[in-house]
């Protein structure tokens, strides 16, 4: 008995010290913990690593935060952008830079300067914006959901499957970085600061025209709402001048990549020619239809007729619109990241072919931890922590240890 309470009074003593840190010290504990389990599971997939898998058999943690898309953003630091667009022997245009932003490429590469690798600029950048991610969720969750379930929010994020992106040379943690801040600035009204935001937003990686949508239904919302929630002129016009703005950053780019290339379509075909990959016709752009090559084409490989996959895909949708719409976990999070998610969704809908980096790319979906983070049950909490471990892992291991087939793209 004397042992149980001794057992007990240590226990209520590690709480009574963890409640008293500051919340900035609880989350950077959470994250570098995090982190400790993420490098154990790469050291890990090094060693599993074999002459099948594209890192090979004497593959390191270096090679994996080099792996993959990072090679075409170090491409881009120390390469620039083509002038003229590579062609395939059939005269299609190829895979080249002009599919990754500059912001994160060429910041990583000021940063590596002093350690003389861009690869060292690029981990610690991703390992940063991670951390304040991490913040920035807390801050944006904390009068929603409640202290307990924040700070679970933030683990689960810290340590979820794609917790990985946070120790390589993806630009997908600083751009979650900017897209939390940006939807906290909404939420606060503080609609000036959005003007430095967006624009590098819109350079880190490709969504800005979500958060483009997100605003246009932002204000209206607004509108609708007035003699509630009042609506001053200047708040007017600072959501369609930012709506305005986030748009033609959005298309910014496709402009860029015209006027360096002399060709109007540049951007586009570029982004096109990753679906060739999967056999698909990538001739033009059509809205929406990515998915539905996407239905009938996994599902014929997977032996099945295409019709089915569109009926998933109904499935799929219908599923999405009820959490968002009905779920009353979603809805503790608050109308705006409903909607935020709502247009993040149509985006990806709208622009995307899907196939095995489709998980990498529902990252800015991560304020929906936060009703992951709802029921107050501990053994739930857990388990959902558990799953998060087990994500990790699979997701660490199918694409940097046996990495090597078209569907295990990060």
């Known amino acids: 008995m004397a042992h149980r309470a001794l057992t007990v009074g240590a226990r209520r003593g590690v709480l009574e010290h963890w409640v008293r840190l500051p919340v900035i010290a609880r989350i950077a504990v959470v994250y570098l913990l995090g982190r400790a389990v993420t490098t154990g599971f790469l050291l890990l997939a090094a060693e599993r690593s074999t002459v099948g898998s594209r890192f090979g058999a004497d593959a390191t943690i270096g090679s994996f935060v080099l792996g993959w898309d990072a090679q075409w953003y170090w491409l881009v630091a120390w390469e620039g952008y083509p002038h003229v667009l590579p062609l395939t022997e059939t005269g299609q245009v190829t895979e080249n830079a002009w599919a990754f932003m500059p912001v994160y490429a060429y910041a990583a590469q000021i940063v590596g300067l002093p350690f003389g690798a861009w690869g060292a600029g690029a981990l610690l950048i991703s390992l940063v ?34 917790a990985a992106l946070f120790q390589v040379g993806y630009a997908e943690s600083l751009f979650v970085l900017l897209l939390l801040i940006a939807l906290d600035l909404v939420a606060r009204r503080r609609y000036a600061w959005l003007y430095l935001v967006i624009p590098v937003m819109a350079f880190t990686r490709p969504g800005i025209l979500a958060f483009a949508l997100y605003l246009g239904l932002h204000g209206i919302l607004r509108w609708i709402r007035r003699r509630h929630d009042p609506l001053s002129t200047r708040e007017v016009v600072h959501i369609i001048a930012l709506g305005a703005l986030a748009t033609a950053t959005g298309f910014a780019w496709q402009l860029i990549a015209w006027f360096v290339t002399g060709d109007p379509g540049a951007y586009m075909a570029t982004e096109l020619s990753w679906r060739r990959n999967w056999g698909v016709d990538d001739a033009a752009f059509v809205p929406f239809d990515g998915w539905v090559q996407a239905a009938q084409f996994w599902f014929t490989q997977w032996g099945m007729p295409g019709w089915w996959g569109l009926i998933a895909l109904g499935i799929l949708v219908l599923a999405a619109a009820a959490m968002l719409l009905f779920s009353p976990q979603v809805r503790r999070l608050g109308v705006d990241l409903r909607l935020w998610s ?27 931890a936060g009703a992951l983070a709802v029921p107050r049950s501990r053994g739930y909490r857990i388990v959902v922590l558990a799953l998060c471990v087990l994500g990790q892992w699979i997701w660490i291991d199918q694409v940097y240890a046996q990495g090597s087939a078209y569907w295990q793209v990060p």
């Open 129 to 162: 914006a991670g951390f304040f991610a991490c913040v920035a969720l807390h801050r944006l969750l904390r009068h929603r959901i409640g202290a307990s379930a924040t700070m679970w929010a933030v683990v689960f994020f810290a340590w979820g499957p794609l």
């Open 342 to 368: 709502a247009s993040y969704l149509l985006y990806l809908l709208a622009v995307f072919f899907p196939q095995s980096s489709t998980f990498r790319l529902l990252l800015p979906l991560t304020p929906l």
